[in-house]
């Protein structure tokens, strides 16, 4: 077994900070944060590959917000990124502080707010969502105060291995999705009824319009499944936005499956369309296949989406730390949901 590699980022401690956008210059040092604080096993190169992450923030794809010194030393980063299959719906995450620079000081807050504050300001941003893990409290503490809410539970998305030099996981880690509206689009939302008790708490508190109706009809005969899947094979995750569904979505679905787990996927995520009268039928269909809730995706397509999950083998329930009631509310239907089709 080899030994884990240490990479050391020193800087002086205790300099006055500026929380700022990302400027060129500043991705040799995000790089070396990033390193000192994970190690090279981060799954998302674009924070560890200081060109990579220049032309993302170029394109606007990510954009970076900054702790940095008067000497020019990157400290903290977040950064928003499009991970949705709607191109306006941004993640608010990639967070890192350095060692010296934790504690009181709200370092990451700080840098989560500069985000939300920048996100205000631009009409191509819709959408923000937090992915607060459960292996500790301080990311959903920090989504709770930022004014997010949560709507969706990832079960088992990432393995310890993530986590090691953290030394925070034994087993997979899952997380939370949690929202918050940007720009307004009111939209009528079809229920599938297996969930009809589920979507009243999954859209509590809602902060837009919808108006809600039971799904019914079939998969439209005329068209065809189209799928777009990402796998991350350092997650054993494959995530499948459902874009069209036609009758042949049972069979399409049966092939992707299997095309994913011949990667070694453990957990494989399906992203559905709220918006269409027959999604009931989807999530039957999806249901059949051991496929879970995981809950509400505001603004997922534009539209908004619904997260169904499944996991090769058992889920690591006995290690997820809950911060409120609402997040236990949340597990239990997830649970709940998992055992009623394994």
């Known amino acids: ?82 991970s949705a299959a709607f191109e306006g719906t941004y993640e608010s995450g990639a967070g890192a502080v350095h060692a010296l620079y934790r504690g009181g000081a709200g370092i990451f807050t700080n840098m989560v707010a500069h985000g939300l504050e920048i996100a205000a300001k631009r009409p191509d941003i819709v959408t923000t969502f937090g992915e607060p893990v459960c292996n500790h409290l301080f990311s959903q503490k920090l989504v709770k105060r930022a004014g997010y809410i949560t709507r969706a539970m990832e079960v088992d998305l990432m ?73 991350f094979d350092f997650a054993g995750v494959a995530r499948v936005a459902v874009h069209e569904t036609g009758i042949d979505f049972s069979s399409v679905m049966e092939a992707e499956e299997k095309r994913v787990l011949d990667r070694n996927v453990i957990v494989i995520q399906v992203w559905l369309k709220l918006s269409w009268p027959w999604v009931g039928e989807a999530v039957d269909e999806l249901r059949k296949r051991g496929y879970f809730l995981g809950g509400a995706l505001p603004r997922w397509f534009n539209d908004d989406g619904l997260l169904m999950q499944k996991i090769m083998g058992q889920t690591n329930w006995e290690d997820i730390q809950l911060l409120d009631e609402r997040a236990e509310r949340l597990m239990d239907m997830v649970k709940k949901d998992r055992e009623s089709v394994s």
């Open 1 to 82: 077994m080899s030994e884990e590699k240490t990479y050391v980022y020193e800087v002086e401690p205790g300099q006055e900070l500026e929380i700022d956008l990302f400027r060129p210059e500043d991705a040799e040092g995000v790089a070396r944060l990033f390193l000192s604080v994970y190690g090279d096993g981060y799954p998302v190169r674009t924070f560890i590959d200081p060109d990579q992450l220049i032309r993302e923030n170029a394109a606007s794809r990510t954009i970076s917000s900054v702790a940095r010194t008067r000497k020019g030393e990157i400290v903290g980063h977040n950064a928003l990124f499009n």
């Open 159 to 231: 393995p310890a291995a993530a986590y090691t030099k953290e030394k925070s996981a034994s087993g997979r880690v899952s997380a939370f999705l949690a929202f918050k509206t940007s720009q307004s689009r009111p939209q009528t939302i079809y229920i599938p009824s297996a969930y009809s008790g589920e979507f009243p708490v999954l859209y509590e508190n809602m902060d837009d319009a919808r108006e809600f109706a039971p799904s019914q009809g079939r998969l439209p005969s005329e068209s065809k499944t189209v799928l777009k899947t990402q796998v």
